[in-house]
T-cell receptor
Framework: AQSVTQLDSQVPVFEEAPVELRCNYS??????LFWYVQYPNQGLQLLLK??????LVKGINGFEAEFNKSQTSFHLRKPSVHISDTAEYFC??????????????FGTGTRLKVLA | NAGVTQTPKFRILKIGQSMTLQCTQD?????MYWYRQDPGMGLKLIYY???????DKGEVPNGYNVSRSTTEDFPLRLELAAPSQTSVYFC????????????FGDGTRLSIL
């Protein structure tokens, strides 16, 4: 069965430090990969997505992610975080199934806390 | 642009009461979804719809019902509220179910007491 694993439930980091949020998925077929951000009391917003092509994907707010097919990973990175990046981050995959339908699977989320 | 709008934003219900969570989108998206979010559990799919008149169950449909009479609206009904249904509910929509991202509303925070 397909699944998405975000190993870190919480990640504290000091302002202006780099951060990496980890995401691994399991699937025997091709997938589309996404990162979403959720600010307090809001819904999820798309940060970036990988469909095909270059394995390094750039998103909004200075975030980027790298698709690694051999390690089935899609880790999110930012070289220098700001207080305003404090939020919950969700990794998601869209997996193709029989009859052309797709299934969207979310990870359990990583809470990024940026410290002053 | 309004995007996906959910009402109400907050609600407290007594056990056994019923209510409808409203969701409307103005992007002419075919696909619509209802999720519940519990702390540390991520998002669980309750129901989804691939177009007007077509709905299907997700992972956790028990205790809920939906309808999709128009492209824009996708209400979620709780018939007999139970404490286990205390959660934050999100509605989302997308043009397709493949590589298209989902667009989310701001959620309804529901407490069952």
């Amino acid at each position: 069965a397909q699944s998405v694993t975000q190993l870190d439930s919480q990640v504290p980091v000091f302002e202006e430090a780099p951060v990496e949020l980890r995401c691994n998925y399991s699937s025997s077929v091709s997938v589309y990969l996404f990162w979403y951000v959720q600010y307090p009391n809001q819904g999820l917003q798309l940060l970036l997505k990988y469909l095909s092509g270059s394995t390094l994907v750039k998103g909004i707010n200075g975030f980027e992610a790298e698709f690694n097919k051999s390690q089935t990973s899609f880790h999110l990175r930012k070289p220098s975080v700001h207080i305003s990046d404090t939020a919950e981050y969700f990794c998601a995959v869209s997996v193709g199934g029989p009859s052309g339908t797709y299934k969207y699977i979310f990870g359990t989320g990583t809470r990024l806390k940026v410290l002053a | 642009n309004a995007g996906v709008t959910q009402t109400p934003k907050f609600r407290i219900l007594k056990i056994g009461q019923s209510m409808t969570l409203q969701c409307t989108q103005d992007m002419n998206h075919n696909y619509m979804y209802w999720y519940r979010q519990d702390p540390g559990m991520g998002l669980k799919l309750i129901y989804y719809s691939v177009g007007a008149g077509i709905t299907d169950k997700g992972e956790v449909p028990n205790g809920y019902n939906v309808s999709r009479s128009t492209t824009e609206d996708f209400p979620l009904r709780l018939e007999l509220a139970a404490p286990s249904q205390t959660s934050v509910y999100f509605c989302a929509s997308s043009y397709r179910d493949n590589y298209q991202p989902q667009h989310f509303g701001d959620g309804t925070r529901l407490s069952i007491l």
